[in-house]
Structures are given as structure tokens and as C-alpha cells.
């Protein structure tokens, strides 16, 4: 069974961070990208970052770049969302996913960035 499980959010004040986790299990993880999405009430879910299999190459959203850092361990099946800087406009909910065709949902982690 394909899963996946996020954790790590919580409410914080901008300029403050975050480090998300993600375990995934039920599928070859290490053959595939993974990715962190969001999910706001303005702009619905949106692609914050992904990354290969080796780690290498990473790619980010324009909103987030130079402030998020995505990160893979491959011997854990796990994924990470460094978030620095954090916005208001950062908040929502968060998930992890593998990028393939009709990957399920997992529930995510709600990361509030208030003051």
C-alpha cells in the first residue's frame, strides 16, 4: 500500500522556520522524483519543490526559491522541506509525493504562518 505521511508543521511567525518530514513506503522509492506541494485557499495545491532520485537536480517554485530546501534520504524512504524566511502567504497545507501517475494523497501538515 502506497503511503504517505507528513509531519513537522505547526504555527510560526514570518521570518521563523520549519523543517518537514515525509515518510513514504509501498513503492521503489529511490527510482522516483519526489515532490513537497501546498495547498492554499488562494491558489488551490501548487508544486513548491521536487527533486530527483539522487538528490540532484532540485527544482523550486518561484515563490520559495532561495528560502526552501528540499532533501531526500534514500536508506530511510523519507522526504524534507527545509522552510526559512517564512511568509504569511506560506501558509497551507503541505504534502509529499511521489511523481507518477495516480499517487494517492496523504493527509499533509498544516504549516501556519501568523503573528
Known sequence: QVQFVESGGGLVQPGGSLRLSCVASG???SRFDMAWYRESPGKGRELVASISPTGSPSEYDDDVAGRFTIARDNT??????QMD???YEDTGV???M???HGAPWGQGTQVTVAS
Open 27 to 29: 513503492f521503489s522509492f
Open 76 to 81: 530511510k524512504n523519507m522526504l524534507f522541506l
Open 85 to 87: 524566511s517564512l511568509k
Open 94 to 96: 503541505y504534502y509529499c
Open 98 to 100: 511521489a511523481r507518477y
